[in-house]
């Protein structure tokens, strides 16, 4: 379990710790420790129960999908709704009881299953909701509104249980009511929905930005700061690409996508944020690919497209020089 | 693998290893610059996102250049693979530039231009063969595979890349399945592959680069075992669907749908049985994912109960025996039993958690709702669909 990803025995650390132990760099029982771990005499499996755990919730919500899709006309709406409510609150009771106070700080989840089952009751929250909308219309011609209620029930219980899983779920299912989901970039809709799209996705982008520079400048829950800015970023610059590569009038869409990737670019290098450093970039060199390629290719194009890669190298290189990445 | 680069490996393996140490408390920040100072490494590592971006980077500049070169020649298919073979010479030779220098060996760009020579030789010598010298197209496809697992295989020696290793073996077995007894030979090759590099990964001896080449050999020596002796394979003529001249698809003996049958139910077993008895974390989840895939082939054969049925139980199943393993682990004394933690040790907790939020985001959020869905005449089940692979969108 060495570093960050090598999780199998390692001669070469295996040797240095011969080497720093006999060195006195490290004491006897530290080097005990680290060599067992090293010798592949002591193992984690911690990754292997969270994937498990992960799969699990994966196929007991298709299950629960594909039961309730073949069965309803059986089982009726009544028991489905009731069933799926049952399991939902059982779960969430058990996060409740589980879960440590509420802080504005980062808390350690009480084990490991603790965000599982959450997630878990969250998801047959949200398949309830689902279902009684679509039995009894409860909200009607305004049925869209149940993706509100489950994006503002997951971002209460992200807050309230700590979980960026959660978080992230709760900001697609928001943008998801607004209509934006990774279908932004689809041609099956009309030129007037995509507007629409577009403009959904930029107010939701800079909203999420804004509320990442909120969590860290207030300190509430500043460990979220990463979740909300780079899904702010995602629809922000997604929109304005899309905007840049398919709309009418792609060139003030392409000023606007250049100015703001620049933007981007230049807080997230002071910030010492690679991410968002990384996004801007990419955006702003599809941005100009769409301008460089907008007649017929010509070896003239391709070769400024490559030149601008090289440029986007160099300037890769010289950020990663100077920023102090945090 | 340049022996300068070999010590750079090897310093930064032990220097990373420290890292996870320091994170884990177990060593303070003294040791730790000691170690630091007790292991230079010269060169300059970027985090994951500058490597990534690095290397995108790299990759439309090639592009491009083959693009501008393409549409500035138009040239024939001769031309075009000559074309394709000069660039791939360029490629390499920028590749060892990069790899002698410290401070460009690790910033993914020798990976780019390494992995874009490779394709340019593939590209270039299909073009030729088949364009060019008119070579009929099996002839062509065996040709191309074949020298895909030896070009793959020297890059993987020269750089160290596991991802070289990997396409290298892919490629072999993609050739073998092509010649007369494919099957056998997966069985055979894949065993042998087995034999030959368990014990790398372990050895000093190696470049850790290589080493990880090793494993991920390892890993596909079992998958083409298993692949060759899987019941459904078999059945399907999965394997055989590469040859040139497939023979027809007649029933097979039932002695031999029974022993693949007993194959598919045994091996995942025996590799779990393996990767625990080793504490070997890459067999072990190797081992897993070949069980998953045996109770899928045997629901596609004995149908034990409704989908539904078979998803729920499993999905609780999977929480009930996560649950159980890490409690039972935690009862331990120590915290441990034959090996196993369930503690994280040295490795980077948060760093997993932030990574689990995309797959979580990706399988689990609904479909988007239409723009002007207050104008929808009533509910059409679009935007209250269930989470999960398989599930569908509508009531």
């Known amino acids: 379990m060495e570093g960050r990803g090598r999780r199998d025995l390692n001669p070469d650390v295996v040797a240095a710790i011969t080497r720093l132990r006999a060195d006195n760099v490290l004491a006897g029982p530290q080097a005990t420790l680290l060599n067992r771990v090293a010798r592949r005499h002591l193992v984690s499996v911690r990754l292997e129960i969270r994937i498990l755990l992960y799969a699990g919730v994966l196929l007991l919500t298709s299950g629960v999908g594909v039961l309730v899709v073949e069965h309803q006309q059986e089982i009726g709406p009544l028991a489905i709704a009731g069933a799926l409510g049952l399991a939902a609150a059982a779960c969430l009771v058990w996060v409740a009881r589980q879960a440590p106070p509420f802080s504005w700080r980062a808390v350690e989840s009480p084990n490991v299953a603790f965000d599982y089952i959450l997630l878990l009751g969250l998801l047959l929250f949200a398949s309830d909701l689902g279902y009684v909308e679509a039995q009894f219309t409860v909200l009607g011609p305004r049925w869209a509104h149940h993706l509100l209620i489950v994006g503002v029930v997951y971002l209460l219980a992200a807050y309230r249980w700590d979980s960026r899983a959660v978080l992230g779920l709760a900001l697609t299912t928001l943008a998801a009511w607004r209509g934006v989901s990774v279908s932004l970039m689809s041609l099956r809709r009309g030129a007037a929905d995509l507007g629409d799209l577009r403009t959904n996705a930029i107010v939701i982008g800079v909203l999420y930005v804004v509320l990442a520079t909120l969590s860290v400048r207030l300190e509430r829950k500043a460990h979220f700061e990463e979740v909300f800015g780079n899904t702010g970023l995602l629809l922000l610059l997604g929109a304005l690409v899309s905007g840049v590569l398919g709309a009418f009038t792609w060139g003030a869409w392409l000023a606007a996508l250049l100015a703001v990737a620049a933007l981007v670019m230049w807080l997230s290098f002071g910030l010492g944020r690679s991410l968002y450093f990384a996004e801007g970039v990419v955006a702003a060199y599809l941005g100009l690919l769409r301008f460089l390629f907008q007649g017929p290719a010509s070896s003239s194009s391709f070769l400024v497209a490559a030149l601008l890669g090289i440029g986007a190298l160099a300037l890769i290189v010289a950020a990663h020089r100077r920023m102090v990445e945090r | ?395």
């Open chain 2, 1 to 395: 693998m340049r022996r300068e680069s070999v010590a750079w490996e090897r310093a930064a393996e032990v220097r990373e290893a420290a890292e996870g140490w320091l994170r884990a408390g177990a060593i303070g920040t003294a040791t730790y610059d000691a170690v630091l100072n007790a292991y230079p490494d010269p060169c300059v590592t970027p985090s994951a996102v500058w490597r990534v971006l690095t290397a995108g980077m790299v990759t439309a500049v090639m592009v491009c250049t083959l693009g501008a070169l393409w549409a500035a020649t138009q040239p024939g298919a001769a031309s075009l693979a000559l074309l394709l073979f000069v660039l791939a010479a360029a490629a390499f030779m920028v590749t060892e530039y990069l790899e002698a220098s410290p401070r460009s060996a690790r910033r993914g760009a020798a990976g780019a231009t390494a992995f874009w020579g490779n394709i340019f030789v593939l590209g270039g010598l299909g073009i030729f063969l088949s364009e060019a010298q008119h070579v009929d197209g099996e002839s062509a496809l065996d040709a191309v595979l074949l020298a895909s697992a030896l070009v793959w295989a020297a890059s993987c020696w020269r750089w160290g890349s596991p991802l070289f290793a990997g396409l290298s073996a892919v490629s072999s077995f993609l050739f073998l399945s092509r010649l007369p007894l494919g099957r056998a030979l997966w069985l055979l090759a894949g065993a042998a592959l087995v034999g030959l590099v368990v014990r790398r990964p372990d050895d000093l001896a190696w470049a850790p680069s290589h080493r990880r080449a090793a494993m991920v050999l390892l890993v596909v020596g079992v998958a083409a075992v298993y692949g060759a002796s899987n019941v459904y394979s078999l059945d399907q003529h999965v394997v055989e669907g590469f040859l040139k001249f497939a023979p027809p698809r007649g029933a097979r003996p039932s002695w031999l749908m029974v022993v693949a049958a007993i194959a598919t139910a045994v091996l995942p077993l025996a590799i779990l049985w393996w990767g625990l008895k080793s504490r070997r974390i890459v067999l072990l989840d190797t081992g897993i994912v070949l069980l998953a895939l045996s109770l899928v082939t045997l629901r596609h054969y004995v149908h034990v109960a409704p989908l539904w049925v078979v998803l729920t139980a499993s999905g609780a199943l999977l929480i009930v025996v996560a649950l159980a393993v890490e409690r039972a682990l935690r009862a331990s004394h120590g915290g441990e039993r034959w090996g196993f933690t369930a503690d994280p040790l040295f490795s980077d907790e948060r760093r997993q958690q932030i990574l689990q939020t995309v797959p979580v985001v990706a399988a689990f959020t609904p479909p988007a709702a239409p723009v002007a869905a207050t104008d929808a005449p009533g509910f059409t089940g679009r935007g209250g669909a269930f989470g999960g692979g398989g599930a569908s969108d509508k009531f």
